[in-house]
């Protein structure tokens, strides 16, 4: 769903340069979804006192969100000007190759074909022999 800017355009998430702190990315955020950046920074900065999240969101943020005056984001010229790389492209093909053994196990059924008991070898659940003193 494109959202369109009062000027016709489409509006879209850029990090911004007006009210930036470090990078633009909770000004341009804030933009985007309409709301005060400064209730994103305290949420991140909150999120940041727990494990670190908040500075891993940024981080993520930052790299995958364009500038504002750019077309494409930190990660996408990385990979735009890396691609005919041959580490690059090993590494797109590993990686496909591990999604595919993921997700499609070869040779075996995705689950199995008759229920098993799963309590079929506790040692409570195993036959006992009769005891000389038991009375038929």
């Not at 040779?107 to 036959?127: I, K, R, V």
Request: glycine content about 10%; some cysteine.
């Amino acid at each position: 769903m494109n959202e369109m800017t009062t000027n016709g355009s489409v509006k879209q998430l850029r990090r911004r340069k007006d009210g930036k702190m470090v990078a633009g990315v909770c000004s341009g955020v804030g933009h985007y979804v309409g709301i005060d950046p400064n209730i994103l920074r305290v949420g991140l900065a909150i999120a940041s006192l727990f494990g670190g999240l908040g500075v891993g969101i940024y981080a993520v943020a930052w790299l995958i969100i364009p500038d504002e005056y750019k077309d494409a984001s930190i990660v996408q010229n990385l990979i735009e000007k890396n691609k005919d790389n041959p580490v690059w492209l090993d590494a797109q093909a590993k990686a496909r190759e591990g999604w595919a053994k993921a997700t499609h196990k070869q040779g075996q059924p995705s689950f199995p074909q008759e229920p098993q008991d799963p309590y079929a070898h506790h040692p409570y659940n195993q036959p006992t022999a009769p005891k000389a003193d038991d009375k038929l």
